[in-house]
T-cell receptor
Framework: GENVEQHPSTLSVQEGDSAVIKCTYS??????FPWYKQELGKRPQLIID?????GEKKDQRIAVTLNKTAKHFSLHITETQPEDSAVYFC??????????FGKGTMLLVSP | GAVVSQHPSWVICKSGTSVKIECRSL??????MFWYRQFPKQSLMLMAT?????????EQGVEKDKFLINHASLTLSTLTVTSAHPEDSSFYIC????????????FGPGTRLTVT
C-alpha cells in the first residue's frame, strides 16, 4: 500500500516568513495530492491540491509543487500570519483508493 | 461546496455500552464514505470504507464486529462502536465522496468520543 512520509513534524517561523513542508510517497500509481489544515478539535480543511499532470499550483499565499519522478511534493506558504498556525497534513491517493495521510506538521507562526 | 455533517459532535459513555455516530452528506449523494479515527497529536487513520448498499471494507487491525458500519443510503452512513472501552476514546471523523467528485473527499466535523 501507499506510504506517505512528512517532515518536519514541527515548524516555528516568524510572522512574514515563508514555511515549507515536504512529503514523499511510495506508490507511483498515486495521482492526487491534497493538503489539509486542521485546527485543534476541528475537521481537516482542504487548502490546496494537485494532480499528477501538473508540477505546480498556486493559490494566493499557498503553493504546492510536485515531482513525480522523485515522488515528492511540497507545500509552500509565503508571508505567514499567526492565523496560519495549525497542523498541516499531506496525503496521497489515486482515483480508486483512499487517502493516505502523512503524520502531520505543527506550524507555529509567532507575531 | 459539498457539506458533510456528523452527529453527535461529542459523546461520553460508560464502558461496555454502545455508541452510534451518524455521518450525512447534505447536498450531494455520497457513493463512498470513509471513517477515520484520530488520537491526540496523531494523524488520521482510516478505519473503513463503505459504498452505498455494500458491506464496508475494513483496514487491517480494525475489528469489524466492534466497529459496525452501515451505509444504507446515499446520504447517510453510521458507525456504531460496540462494547466501548476507554481505549476507544478518540476523535472519529467521516468523509464522503460523490460520483461527481473524481478525487475530493469532504470531511465531517468529527465526533469526540470519551469512554469512562
Amino acid at each position: 500500500g501507499e506510504n506517505v512520509e512528512q517532515h518536519p513534524s514541527t515548524l516555528s517561523v516568524q510572522e512574514g516568513d515563508s514555511a515549507v513542508i515536504k512529503c514523499t510517497y511510495s506508490d507511483s500509481a498515486s495521482n492526487y495530492f491534497p493538503w489539509y489544515k486542521q485546527e485543534l478539535g476541528k475537521r481537516p480543511q482542504l487548502i490546496i491540491d494537485i494532480r499528477s499532470n501538473v508540477g505546480e499550483k498556486k493559490d494566493q499565499r499557498i503553493a504546492v509543487t510536485l515531482n513525480k519522478t522523485a515522488k515528492h511534493f511540497s507545500l509552500h506558504i509565503t508571508e505567514t500570519q499567526p492565523e496560519d498556525s495549525a497542523v498541516y497534513f499531506c496525503a496521497a491517493s489515486d482515483r480508486y483508493s483512499t487517502l493516505t495521510f502523512g503524520k502531520g506538521t505543527m506550524l507555529l507562526v509567532s507575531p | 461546496g459539498a457539506v458533510v455533517s456528523q452527529h453527535p459532535s461529542w459523546v461520553i459513555c460508560k464502558s461496555g455500552t454502545s455508541v452510534k455516530i451518524e455521518c450525512r452528506s447534505l447536498d450531494f449523494q455520497a457513493t463512498t464514505m470513509f471513517w477515520y479515527r484520530q488520537f491526540p497529536k496523531q494523524s488520521l487513520m482510516l478505519m473503513a470504507t463503505s459504498n452505498e448498499g455494500s458491506k464496508a471494507t475494513y483496514e487491517q487491525g480494525v475489528e469489524k464486529d466492534k466497529f459496525l458500519i452501515n451505509h444504507a443510503s446515499l446520504t447517510l452512513s453510521t458507525l456504531t462502536v460496540t462494547s466501548a472501552h476507554p481505549e476507544d476514546s478518540s476523535f472519529y471523523i467521516c468523509s464522503a465522496k460523490g460520483q461527481e467528485f473524481s478525487y475530493e473527499q469532504y470531511f465531517g466535523p468529527g465526533t469526540r468520543l470519551t469512554v469512562t
